[in-house]
């Protein structure tokens, strides 16, 4: 049994990583969503205005006072959130990031991306109910559980300092928080937890953020 403090952080700390995964709201026209690793700098140059314009329209007094999460005024109507505005089959942008994990298929079947707003980097996997779910790389599992409404029964599993596996919709957990568990081990089942279709919806995450998970899984889930 995970005591309730020790679910409860990790709740929350699986809350912060995923927080790009539906629970952040759009920002409107003309406005935009400070993420981590932003600089006032960089949010000027990208909406074409000055550091002094920005932080005038914004009333602020330090150009580095700016928090994660907070909503800037910006010119233009570009904008730029956690949450992509939803599109039918449109692949959202990934982040850049180091080729510096090999990868297994997490499980057997047809493989489709993710074609909706905050999906778009995942891949969702049609395998047979109850068939393996296995892990991606080696790492730590650092949550297991239905905390999060949405994914059903999910792992996440941390491989190093900066690369994480999501696996979510599972119908069993094989693993607990805190477990090593070694590359195409299996660690849970596939189900349809938290989804109206049996399938296993796999994310690969670097730096906290998603990133294109084809990019980095094989060419084929055969194995």
């Excluded at 020790?6 to 912060?16: I, M, N, P, T, Y």
């Excluded at 081990?185 to 294109?212: H, P, Q």
Aim: net charge positive; hydrophobic share 40%; aromatic share 6%.
């Amino acid at each position: 049994m995970i005591r309730p403090y020790g679910r409860s952080f990790a709740v929350l700390v699986l809350a912060a990583l995923l927080a790009s995964c539906g629970t952040t709201k759009p920002v409107g026209q003309g406005q935009y969503r400070v993420v981590k690793g932003d600089t006032l700098t960089q949010i000027a140059r990208q909406h074409g205005q000055t550091v002094d314009s920005l932080m005038r329209s914004n009333n602020l007094k330090d150009s580095n006072s700016i928090r994660v999460g907070q909503v800037l005024n910006v010119k233009g109507g570009a904008t730029a959130t956690a949450t992509p505005a939803p599109a039918a089959s449109t692949k959202g942008p990934s982040i850049a990031a180091p080729r510096s994990i090999d990868l297994v298929w997490p499980a057997e079947g047809s493989s489709t991306r993710g074609t909706l707003a905050p999906n778009t980097q995942g891949v969702y996997i049609a395998a047979v109910a109850g068939s393996p779910v296995k892990a991606a790389a080696a790492g730590k599992v650092m949550y297991a559980g239905n905390g999060l409404r949405g994914y059903g029964n999910m792992l996440i599993v941390n491989h190093d300092a900066d690369f994480l596996s999501v696996y979510a919709h599972n119908q069993t957990l094989l693993v607990k928080e805190g477990a090593q568990v070694r590359q195409g081990e299996t660690i849970a089942t596939v189900g349809s937890s938290g989804s109206n279709a049996v399938n296993l919806y796999f994310e690969l995450r670097y730096g906290g953020k998603a990133v294109d998970a084809l990019r980095y899984l094989p060419k084929s889930s055969s194995r």
